[in-house]
């Protein structure tokens, strides 16, 4: 059974925007920080936003005032709304907790920015 089930990705332009969302398995998603990670082809996967249980926020460089992080603690579910959307931002998207340990990885979403 799949921990951790993200979906919302797509094809957009350049300046478009696009809403992610995972769905999370168990109960420990209330007590626990959860974060969206990305890879790029040929790079290493990293954490673009983080949203801690009391629904503090933080966000990679590259992303800061562009993205948005926010959790459901009743529905079990963490939502990335990503605007101004650049070509790099193109990459497999994925969510799961911040610490270990860590669920399975998902299968993760594709967002492809691109003219």
């Known amino acids: 059974q799949a921990q951790v089930v993200e979906s919302g990705g797509g094809l957009v332009q350049p300046g478009g925007s696009l809403r992610l969302s995972c769905a999370v398995s168990?109960?420990?998603?209330?007590?626990?920080?959860m974060g969206w990670y990305r890879q790029a082809p040929g790079k290493e996967r990293e954490l673009v936003a983080g949203?801690?249980?009391?629904?503090?926020?933080n966000y990679a460089d590259s992303v800061k005032g562009r993205f948005t992080i926010s959790r459901d603690n009743v529905k079990n579910t963490v939502t990335l709304q990503m605007n101004s959307l650049k070509p790099e931002d193109t990459a497999v998207y994925y969510c799961?907790?911040?610490?270990?340990?860590?669920?399975?990885w998902g299968q993760g979403t594709q967002v492809t920015v691109s003219s």
């Open positions: 799961n907790f911040v610490h270990f340990p860590q669920y399975q």
């Open positions: 949203i801690t249980t009391g629904g503090g926020t």
């Open positions: 168990g109960r420990v998603f209330r007590n626990r920080d």
